[in-house]
């Protein structure tokens, strides 16, 4: 059973940067390709998709509107994957997740894909 925990969550003005990180413990972390997902303010239904990143970490893939903004990249080593925003936006305000996939394919978008999910951490982009 693979356990996610995202960090580096908080209040940020717009046109600042934030890095997000999730730690993945309990299993083989080199099996899955990592994502990650976002649920706005009031839309408990859906997340949308932001980055996903595959099991070397040599492929990456992004969501239209992230790209040029958003980098993801996973460290095998240390079990962790990361997501750099910068020029950050008021619509980017979100519960940001982490997931992983090991039964998905590739490109990684979909969060019915996801076999495990992280619990969530708040990104709030002020004005």
């Known amino acids: 059973q693979l356990q996610l925990v995202e960090y580096g969550g908080g209040l940020v003005q717009t046109g600042d940067s934030l890095r997000l990180s999730c730690q993945v413990s309990g299993g083989t972390f080199t099996l899955y390709a990592m994502g990650w997902f976002r649920q706005f303010p009031g839309n408990e239904r859906e997340r949308e998709f932001v980055a996903s990143v595959d099991w070397s970490g040599g492929g990456t893939h992004y969501a239209q509107s992230m790209k040029g903004r958003f980098s993801i990249s996973r460290d095998n080593a240390q079990g962790t994957v990361s997501l750099q925003m910068n020029s950050l936006k008021p619509d980017d305000t979100a519960v940001y997740y982490c997931?992983?996939?090991?039964?998905?394919?590739?490109?990684?978008?979909?969060?019915?894909?996801?076999?495990?999910w992280g619990p969530g951490t708040q990104v709030t982009v002020s004005s």
């Open positions: 997931a992983a996939t090991r039964s998905g394919g590739w490109p990684y978008e979909s969060p019915y894909e996801s076999d495990y």
